[in-house]
């Protein structure tokens, strides 16, 4: 005696349950990392912005920072071929970082390294604060008589 076969809505839900899950569109994924490694590299300011109270290490020796081994797998994230460095095209769909692309681009070859990156994030954070601590000095000089 043969078994009836399921009804169709539960092969339906079957093969949906077999099926690969949906993932984001890479333009989804690009713009989350990009955003996460902006946001990265403003975070590890505080540690950067902070002078060494003793004669710096050799690089070789200093651990990475948190920050900024979340900043390597995020620009690891949009370097889609691998060649270690942003292209234009890579970078394209990210308005803010197309705009400063040929700011951070110091050695104007077409492309950002990740030191290129790193050196952008130092110079935008070294802007800020000093902006930051004009903005401070103002309301308080304009309190004084």
Known sequence: MNTPAAPLPSRVHAARAAAAPVQPG??????????????????????AATPPA???????????SKGEIK???EFKMLDFNGDGKLSRSEVALFPRLANAFDDADTNH????SYEEVRAF???????RDRARAEEAK???????P
Not at 26 to 47: D, P, W
Not at 109 to 112: I, N, P, Q, Y
Not at 138 to 144: E, R, V
Request: charged share 15%; glycine share 4%; no cysteine.
């Open 109 to 112: 070859d077409g492309f950002v």
């Open 54 to 64: 003793a004669a710096p290490q050799t690089k070789a020796s200093e651990p990475l």
């Open 138 to 144: 103002t309301p308080a000089s304009a309190a004084k």
């Open 121 to 127: 994030a130092a110079k935008y954070r070294a802007e």
């Open 26 to 47: 890479a333009a989804a994924l690009r713009a989350i990392a990009l955003f996460s490694l902006l946001a990265i590299g403003l975070a590890f300011s505080a540690v």
């Open 71 to 73: 900043a390597q797998k």
